[in-house]
């Protein structure tokens, strides 16, 4: 980790903000893992993020990066994309910033198809705001703007992209961290949208209220819980209910909105002419 | 009580039935209070998936003709806007508050004054005002909700409550009211279904025939200056005998509280007057007020902004200074009252 650490980390940035317990940091260095990976090139890489405990991820990563608004991370980094196609560009963005105020972003791109990143912290609950519900905290959960209770249903963000159009969507724990290396690079190598779910603990604002322990007890949780994708074929609704599946998800091909827009302006040039 | 559970109970008292909101800081507390107060009493708590989502929701139930309110800061306002047009457009009631936090952007979350201009002259687009008011105590905040609600149902226009993180955070001791029975007048124009009314209730602020939005306008305009005529609301503070008056409103208004004293133990004859309503500004008391003063000082936390309206209702009677802090900085008493002393020896105090 120490080579990996030196070349994508900012030093002097840390230590980092997160509270004990917390699984970004664990995002992180998986993030960090499949840089290395990849061979990731800091010329030709970009970071985008939005607002929230999770976000604060870019700040620690030694590249050109853009701290956006609340949610709408997407809308810049298609921005960029479009301003320049060549680089690879990673989106990090917490369970509410993508799903409740950006989830109307989420969707759009997905459908575009456009060649980006997507890695969704999800610790389901609004950490940086203090515990307040997100669209992904579990039913009958505690959360400070929930003390009756949740009775919201939550999203499935891996169904709900795919919906949409992503052509690469997977999931993974904070637990699986080698997993979630791997699904990273993959999704990283993917042209086309990509959607990496990680799934995250946050002890202090949804675990200590709702009595799931500190950050090992929500790390054993996902153990328990999740299901390798190979796995949950065989097994029939009954016996997956109230565990989720872990692994790549969906992958397709389709075409990418960027190559799809050069496309049109070769077709408007050869029928319309030149400048 | 805490400033943002004061408002909340304030809220409650003042016959609030729902509340539409989305997490942001220095408000959040405010949202935990009503998330667990209003189901208390019947009424109804909802966060929704933005800001953008809240405004709309208020602008449903109030159009259903109930006592609505939201509260946000900075980012979330700013999503808040379109709405606010729209609500002032279609002539609805409601209450936003506004913790505001230092910007622009994300800034931060520590106590501004910085939108002022946003709240006061429009922010929204189209030709329209907020109500504005600015307490600053805990007992006002619980007091002016009260009358922030009555305000947008008598007039039918949106209220907004401006304050800070500190006021948000300031424990204070607070009286409360016991009367829980609010008599609210009823709203005729509601869409509540056809029993109450005759013909089809239109909520709207479509007019395609610019004829027709002209004439809106000109309703709004003359609602406006009943507005501007009955609503102005100021408190002053050592008038009397003052050379140089300091104007300031929420937490700024506390700090020159402690500058005036200060000042006047000095031998510096220094008043205040504060606006409460923000829009309205009560240029009326403060254009008079410029007859017997030699100059005046806006002490803001920002760059400069009600000292324009100060300028306006001093009509170039006596020159007008601005002294701020920004970006989430908040003036100091010390700092204030330096200010103070330079303007009076340099020509104030002759
Ligand atoms: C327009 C707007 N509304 C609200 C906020 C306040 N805010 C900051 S982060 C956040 C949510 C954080 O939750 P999540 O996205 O799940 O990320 P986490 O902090 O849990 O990583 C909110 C509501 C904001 N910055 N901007």
């Given at each position: 980790m120490q080579g990996k650490a030196d070349k994508y980390l900012l030093k002097e940035r840390l230590p980092h903000i997160w509270c004990p317990g917390c699984g970004n940091g664990i995002v992180l260095s998986a993030m960090v893992r499949a840089f290395d990976k990849l061979g990731c090139d800091q010329d030709s890489t970009v970071i985008v993020s939005g607002i929230g405990c999770s976000s604060r991820a870019a700040g620690y990563l030694d590249f050109n990066t853009l701290h956006t608004t609340h949610g709408r991370a997407l809308a810049f980094a298609t921005g960029i994309k479009l301003a320049r196609p060549e680089l690879m560009i990673f989106v990090l963005m917490g369970d509410g910033d993508s799903t409740a105020i950006g989830g109307n972003h989420l969707i759009h791109a997905a459908r575009r198809n456009i060649d980006l990143n997507i890695i969704i912290f999800n610790n389901h609950i609004y950490g940086m705001t203090g515990g307040q519900c997100s669209p992904m905290t579990p039913q009958e959960h505690l959360a400070t703007t929930a003390p009756y209770r949740n009775f919201d249903r939550p999203f499935d963000i891996a169904g709900l992209v795919q919906a949409a159009g992503a052509t690469y969507v997977a999931r993974s724990t904070t637990y699986h961290a080698a997993l979630l290396t791997k699904l990273i690079k993959a999704g990283a190598e993917h042209k086309g949208f990509s959607v990496i779910e990680a799934i995250s603990a946050c002890p202090v604002s949804h675990g200590r209220r709702n009595k799931l322990g500190g950050g090992y007890e929500m790390l054993m949780w996902q153990k328990e819980n999740a299901v390798p994708v190979e796995k949950a074929r065989t097994m029939t609704p009954e016996e997956i209910k109230g565990k989720f599946i872990i692994g790549e998800l969906h992958k397709s091909e389709a075409p990418e909105f960027t190559d799809m827009y050069g496309q049109l302006i070769e077709k408007a040039q050869r029928e319309h002419g030149g400048e | 009580m805490k400033g943002n559970e004061a408002i909340g109970e304030g809220a409650v008292r003042a016959g609030c039935r729902y509340f539409f909101g989305y997490p942001i800081t220095p408000q959040s507390e405010l949202t935990h209070y009503l998330a667990k107060r209003l189901p208390e009493v019947g009424r109804l708590y909802m966060q929704a998936e933005s800001e953008v989502a809240s405004i709309n929701m208020v602008y449903g139930a109030s159009g259903a003709g109930a006592r609505v309110m939201t509260s946000s800061s900075g980012p979330g306002i700013s999503l808040m806007q379109e709405g606010l047009s729209y609500l002032a457009g279609a002539q609805l009631p409601c209450v936003v508050v506004n913790m505001m936090r230092g910007g622009p952007g994300l800034g931060n979350i520590a106590p501004s004054q910085a939108d002022y201009f946003q709240a006061t002259k429009g922010g929204g687009h189209g030709d329209y005002h907020l109500i504005v008011l600015a307490p600053n105590s805990v007992q006002e905040l619980v007091d002016i909700m009260k009358k922030a609600f009555d305000l947008a149902d008598r007039y039918r226009n949106p209220v907004m409550v401006m304050a800070d993180g500190i006021m948000a955070q300031m424990m204070e001791p607070v009286e409360l009211d016991d009367q829980y029975q609010i008599e609210i007048q009823p709203k005729p124009w509601a869409a509540t279904g056809k029993v109450d009314h005759e013909g089809k209730n239109l909520i709207n602020?479509?007019?395609?025939?610019p004829e027709e939005m002209e004439s809106l306008n000109f309703i709004l305009r003359d609602k406006y200056s009943e507005i501007n005529k009955n609503e102005q609301v100021c408190e002053e503070y050592q008038l009397d005998g003052a050379d140089i008056v300091l104007v300031a409103f929420g937490t700024a208004s506390r700090i020159c509280r402690a500058v005036v004293e200060k000042a006047r133990a000095q031998g510096i004859p220094v008043g205040m007057i504060r606006p409460i309503s923000l829009w309205p500004f009560p240029a009326d008391f403060i254009g008079t007020a410029a007859n017997r003063v030699k100059c005046f000082l806006s002490v803001e936390m920002n760059m400069g902004q009600m000292v324009e309206d100060v300028r306006l209702s001093v009509c170039g009677k006596a020159p007008v200074y601005h002294y701020g802090r920004f970006g989430g900085m908040v003036p100091t008493v010390r700092d204030v009252l330096e200010e103070v002393k330079k303007i009076y020896s340099g020509g104030a105090g002759q």
């Open positions: - | 602020s479509c007019y395609v025939i």
